[in-house]
T-cell receptor, first 114, second 111 residues
Framework: EPEVTQTPSHQVTQMGQEVILRCVPISNHLYFYWYRQILGQKVEFLVSFYNNEISEKSEIFDDQFSVERPDGSNFTLKIRSTKLEDSAMYFC????????????FGSGTRLTVV | TQLLEQSPQFLSIQEGENLTVYCNSSSVFSSLQWYRQEPGEGPVLLVTVVTGGEVKKLKRLTFQFGDARKDSSLHITAAQPGDTGLYLCAGVINQGGKLIFGQGTELSVKP
């Protein structure tokens, strides 16, 4: 079964540092997403990406966040200057073209900002 | 702001009992998806319902989409300890495919 792969599985970083979370979506999928889940809270949408550009972003996704698909396989989320409240599980997801098909989520990166 | 209210948040039952989890919203969704999430893992898709009134069965799990496409339910018949886990509903609002998640239902099935 095809998988969405995320690395690293855990990342601890100091406040103010930059982090890059990496994802390899399923190869024939066209739409890519980042979600996050703060401990004990709902899974929240961050950003969607299609055709090499952001198609939608949430209020959470401010100037500290950016996404890239640099080489046609990797999909990255960068947080420029991490804050304590950025500590969360970050999930990458991808899907094929039809919106009502299900999504495949990665196993997540647990980011801890200290 | 689109909201999806999921209830109950916690459910502890004995093996063999039936249960129903509900997701409700004032928003209309183009589809509604149900996921199961294990600790430390990403959500895993169980089913997608698309048409108002649609019912889908997955072994002992029955999923229903409301006629107005604003609500959905998950019914488990004769629950087993292996059903223990976090169940999430998520609605798709637009063609961009953003998912709006419910709070989740933590199900515990005791032998």
């Amino acid at each position: 079964e095809p998988e969405v792969t995320q690395t690293p599985s855990h990342q601890v970083t100091q406040m103010g540092q930059e982090v890059i979370l990496r994802c390899v979506p399923i190869s024939n999928h066209l739409y890519f997403y980042w979600y996050r889940q703060i401990l004990g809270q709902k899974v929240e949408f961050l950003v969607s990406f299609y055709n090499n550009e952001i198609s939608e972003k949430s209020e959470i996704f401010d100037d500290q966040f950016s996404v890239e698909r640099p080489d046609g396989s990797n999909f990255t989320l960068k947080i420029r200057s991490t804050k304590l409240e950025d500590s969360a599980m970050y999930f990458c997801a991808s899907r094929v073209d039809r919106v009502n098909y299900g999504y495949t989520f990665g196993s997540g990166t647990r980011l801890t900002v200290v | 702001t689109q909201l999806l209210e999921q209830s109950p948040q916690f459910l502890s039952i004995q093996e063999g009992e039936n249960l129903t989890v509900y997701c409700n919203s004032s928003s209309v969704f183009s589809s509604l998806q149900w996921y199961r999430q294990e600790p430390g893992e990403g959500p895993v898709l169980l089913v997608t319902v698309v048409t108002g009134g649609e019912v889908k069965k997955l072994k002992r799990l029955t999923f229903q989409f409301g006629d107005a496409r604003k609500d959905s339910s998950l019914h488990i018949t004769a629950a087993q300890p292996g059903d223990t886990g976090l169940y999430l509903c998520a609605g798709v609002i637009n063609q961009g495919g953003k998912l709006i998640f419910g709070q989740g239902t933590e199900l515990s099935v005791k032998p």
